[in-house]
């Protein structure tokens, strides 16, 4: 299946809200996708000193919503401009498991989908003042973590990835030359029983066969979506939030980037 590439110019709302933070604002964007609209958020600090790395956010198999929102906003008070993208489109969001299997399903059926809409938010995010496009980075959930490894394995030029408890596996895997991000960081729960250790072993084959850097760290007695408090406390349905693996996770992607961008 082929995807339609030209993008739109973005149409920025004029609506701006300060966050609980006074120190980070946000706003909402749109921006168009073959003729299709999708909404984000890019927030920022207020007081923003020369070009400034940008951070892509890409949510869960749910949609665009408050968890990546926030997330956004962790990485405006640490000094970034981020932008928490939207994958489905503006006003979709998942109910249910089953419509959240529906609407992440056509992208994994080919990767191109995932490619295309992840650059329109790259794209949107350059366009942001004061964005150095030299130092652009991006993180994601779950199916979050695939949109970003997609993104690099399209070629961006995104510096570092990071993915948190994401699906590692592709049907069009990275050849040498094809990823220009410094390193790779996979944060992935232990005992995730939705990413499964064939799934690890065939993305570390992957981008060693890519030649490309990357580090994986593993959470003992993790499981899916460990990082998301909205996902209960019973790990023996697959699907937990594990408070010390999340802190410990955050503290690895402040790292990671600190050390990527030079900071």
């Not at 981020?82 to 959240?100: F, K």
Request: charged share 20%.
């Amino acid at each position: 299946m082929r995807f339609l590439l030209a993008l739109a110019a973005a149409a920025i709302l004029p609506t701006l809200h300060v966050a609980a933070d006074p120190a980070i604002e946000t706003k909402t964007v749109t921006y168009q996708i073959g003729g299709k609209t999708y909404e984000g958020c890019v927030s920022r600090p207020v007081k923003v000193d020369g070009k400034t790395p940008g951070i892509l956010v890409a949510h869960d198999w749910t949609g665009y919503g408050p968890f990546p929102k926030a997330r956004a906003e962790q990485l405006a008070r640490e000094g970034y401009i981020a932008l928490a993208l939207d994958m489905y489109g503006q006003g979709i969001h998942a109910s249910s498991p089953d419509e959240a299997k529906r609407l992440s399903g056509e992208f994994y059926k080919d990767s191109s989908l995932f490619r295309v809409r992840a650059q329109a938010a790259y794209d949107e995010l350059l366009k942001q003042s004061g964005v150095d496009p030299a130092r652009i980075g991006a993180i994601g959930f779950c199916f979050g973590g695939a949109t970003v490894l997609e993104l690099a394995r399209s070629g961006a030029n995104v510096a570092g990835v990071v993915t948190f408890h994401g699906s590692l596996s592709t049907d069009k895997p990275a050849r040498p030359g094809d990823i220009k991000a410094r390193e790779i960081l996979v944060l992935h729960g232990g005992r995730d029983p939705m990413v499964k250790p064939a799934d690890v072993a065939g993305f570390m084959d992957e981008m060693n066969h890519a030649e490309v850097p990357f580090r994986l760290v593993a959470y003992p007695n993790a499981v899916h979506a460990f990082t998301n408090p909205e996902a209960g406390n019973d790990p023996g349905k697959g699907v937990a939030y594990n408070a010390p693996a999340a802190e410990a996770a955050y503290q690895e992607m402040d790292a990671f980037f600190k050390q990527v961008f030079g900071r």
